[in-house]
């Protein structure tokens, strides 16, 4: 079991950056493979970006390609989303995700762990 909880999200301009971060607990937090999905209301969960067990392989969804980058700190039990060039098509509630295997899924159901969500609001 591990448990998720995120932490970063706020109110920013089209332009801005904003990191944020996902606190795991659990023992077993070095074999899953994490990811962060996003979602607005009256949509469907997007995928935003996916990282191995070990960092070494991510993966990152069309639209934040180039802006956005996952990464994990196994020793502190941590997954980060560095977003940078915010735009307000990327408002929406952000989701942190543990899958129960080590290598690197877009598949949101492949995900068995999902946070609570934080609001990440791109407005000028």
């Known amino acids: 079991q591990v448990q998720l909880v995120e932490s970063g999200g706020g109110l920013v301009q089209p332009g801005d950056s904003l990191r944020l971060s996902c606190a795991a607990s659990?023992?077993?937090?070095?074999?899953?493979?994490m990811g962060w999905f996003r979602q607005t209301p009256g949509k469907e969960r997007e995928f935003v970006a996916a990282?191995?067990?070990?960092?070494?392989?991510?993966y990152y969804g069309d639209p934040v390609k180039g802006r956005f980058t996952i990464s994990r700190d196994n020793a502190k039990n941590t997954v980060y989303l560095q977003m940078n060039s915010l735009k307000a098509e990327d408002t929406a509630v952000y989701y942190c995700?543990?899958?129960?295997?080590?290598?690197?899924?877009?598949?949101?159901?492949?995900?068995?762990?999902w946070g609570q969500g934080t609001q990440v609001t791109v407005s000028s």
């Open positions: 995700a543990a899958a129960s295997r080590l290598s690197s899924t877009v598949v949101a159901a492949l995900y068995d762990f």
């Open positions: 659990g023992r077993t937090f070095t074999s899953y493979a």
């Open positions: 990282i191995n067990w070990s960092g070494g392989n991510t």
